[in-house]
């Protein structure tokens, strides 16, 4: 009977224990812990880690988001922080906590802010609870054995309600040089008056739960199977239940990102014609089937499907002449692999007008990109090029834009392509081919390019950021097509800018998180952007030659321009017809010629 009576104090010692231990594994790290790791996002959508920063004599995470107004007036301060204190092995990094700011909103903001350090994502607000950080824009500073040293504002000028003139102490600077001379920080905690980080509401709200077959189809139907389709690059195909519910997690970090559908241009510049970027309420839905535990429902009448295969079907049509490769590449396992560039074996006996190509490899799951240009007796270069094939892309289809432009490929030429395969792990064979689709209607105007490209790359080595700039003059009024962008696995980010005489620089297009792996092109819808003759084109990119690039195969160098992958290249088109132009050439479907026009005697008397 004594030991039943100890039972109710025991099982009240034991709750007692449980709430402890877990209030302790819940409270925030005190001043002098060890951080055992840290986990974010960078720009580029990949999940990076503490560790991947480096050996460093400080870090600096300064919490963020796009709408806290002691953010955006903070950020100057830390701008000069970090070139304080960076060349002293002081790394710094913006950790954004915004729950309506994207990876893209993230890459935009340091373009903007014109600033060279870190901006990562905390989607999960891991890193926050991590170092126990409640407020933006708080701060926390590791020394080199990643022990928490300093906890809080940046200094005391700042408050939601006002400012001092000075601030009257500067933490940050304070507690960053106490570690630096390798003294305890002589302030380790300090107040932050700041906006109030917000956690997440549960994905699975009010309101009714989405199902499979009545509001999942009709988005993947809309917006992912021309690509997650068998036989293609994508890497799992989505046209059933059972697709999508394996692949669900995949598919709600990725909509969560924003990662998917591919899509790199900042929305507050621009309107784009093949923007596939879902909607707010596509996210919404499709984020809360997954959390809602993937019900399928009531299967329709009309299943998921894609028209036709797409690996079986010309996007373009039926092409009017189709070229081949003469031979079958084989792409090795693994390793490096450097580019092919191949001629294609036809010769275009006369002047070509074309409507739309289609570059179309038979094993595109080893394609990383292919550029195509037309080459002729004087060669090929920049100005030659025409188009590209990246995965996720569109081809080149001029009739999209419905006022008459084809592109001419000169007589005497010949198409040559610039292929960069990506190994698959194991041995394939690739090879590709050429569709050409000519005009069925008069030829109003030509599709014309500029190429703006400085040549002269000189990155410097370590640089997170480093900016580089080149400008072209119109010579002509024009109507603008479209815009693309090339770099190397360096290349940060790419803006577009219209400098007309008497007018503020305008934006055309911002490319915030630009991704090797997804060369898009930017198709601008026609007629909505005139640009006069005199315009100044600029296009500024920067480039991230720094140990925190993944992709950076020597951060120790300073990187040329090359062709190569280890190289770098500037390549900003921007594609274009002459608004005065009108052609009116009539085109033989048959062979792309211009047709004669016959006039008879009489008429000519």
């Not at 504002?153 to 700042?158: A, H, K």
Request: glycine share 6%.
């Amino acid at each position: 009977m004594a030991s039943i009576r100890r039972w109710p104090t025991l099982l009240l010692i034991m709750v007692v224990g449980v709430f402890l231990h877990d209030a302790a594994q819940a409270a925030p790290p005190a001043i002098g812990d060890k951080i055992a790791d840290l986990r974010f996002k960078d720009i580029r959508s990949l999940p990076r880690s503490l560790a991947d920063l480096g050996a460093k004599q400080a870090y600096v995470f300064v919490f963020t988001t796009t709408s806290c107004p002691l953010v955006r007036r903070s950020i100057p301060k830390l701008i000069d922080l970090d070139r304080q204190y960076s060349s002293k092995d002081v790394q710094l990094v913006a950790v954004n906590v915004g729950l309506e700011d994207t990876i893209r909103d993230r890459a935009a903001r340091a373009i903007e802010l014109s600033a060279g350090f870190s901006f990562v994502k905390d989607t999960d607000l891991s890193c926050a609870r991590a170092l126990g950080v409640t407020r933006t824009p708080e701060v926390v500073v590791l020394n080199s054995e990643r022990k928490l040293v300093y906890r809080g504002r940046i200094d005391d000028q700042l408050r939601l309600g006002g400012a001092r003139p000075e601030p009257t102490r500067r933490d940050l600077e304070i507690a960053i040089q106490d570690v630096l001379e390798n003294r305890p920080v002589s302030v380790i905690e300090t107040p932050v008056d700041g906006c109030l980080i917000e956690s997440p509401e549960s994905e699975v709200a009010n309101g009714p739960i989405p199902t499979f077959h009545q509001d999942v189809v009709p988005i993947l139907q809309r917006r992912c199977v021309n690509c997650h389709t068998e036989g293609t690059a994508a890497p799992f195909a989505l046209q059933s239940f059972a697709d999508a519910a394996s692949h669900a997690e995949t598919i709600a970090e990725a909509v969560i990102d924003q990662r998917m559908p591919p899509w790199f241009a900042n929305p507050k510049y621009g309107t784009f014609q093949n923007d596939p970027s879902l909607t707010r309420s596509e996210r919404e839905t499709l984020v809360k089937w997954v959390r809602s535990g993937r019900p399928e429902g009531e299967p329709q009448a009309e299943p998921l499907k894609v028209e036709e295969a797409v690996a079986k079907r010309w996007r373009i049509g039926e092409p009017d002449v189709v070229i081949t490769m003469l031979q079958e590449h084989t792409v090795q396992a693994t390793g490096f692999v450097p580019y092919h560039h191949v001629l294609l074996p036809h010769l275009f006996l006369g002047d070509t007008w074309v409507e739309a190509i289609e570059i179309r490899p038979d094993n595109p799951g080893v394609v990383h990109h292919c550029n195509m240009a037309y080459a002729t007796s004087k060669g090929a270069g920049e100005e030659t090029f025409i188009t590209g094939h990246v995965p996720g892309g569109q081809p080149m289809d001029l009739g999209r834009f419905d006022n008459g432009v084809a592109f001419l490929i000169p007589k005497l030429a010949v198409l040559g392509l610039q292929i960069h395969y990506t190994p698959s792990g194991k041995e394939e064979t690739c090879r590709i081919s050429v569709g050409l689709r000519f005009p069925r209607r008069p030829v109003k105007k030509q599709l014309r390019q500029v190429l703006i490209d400085p040549r002269r790359i000189a990155i410097p080595p370590g640089n997170g950021a480093f900016a580089i700039e080149a400008q072209k003059r119109l010579d002509r009024d024009v109507t603008l097509l479209g815009m693309f962008s090339h770099m190397h696995v360096r290349g940060k980010d790419m803006s577009f800018y219209a400098n007309i005489p008497g007018q503020a620089r305008e934006t055309l297009l911002q490319i915030s998180n630009y991704n090797f792996d997804w060369q898009l092109a930017y198709e601008v819808e026609p007629g909505k952007k005139r640009l006069p003759k005199g315009t100044e084109l600029q296009v500024v990119a920067h480039y991230d030659n720094s140990a925190f690039n993944p992709y950076n195969p020597d951060s120790k160098r300073t990187v040329p321009w090359g062709q190569q992958t280890y190289d770098e290249m500037f390549n900003g088109f921007v594609f274009f017809v002459d608004e005065n132009e009108n052609l009116d050439v009539t085109v033989d479907p048959k062979t792309g010629y211009p047709k004669k026009v016959r006039v008879d005697r009489e008429s000519r008397d």
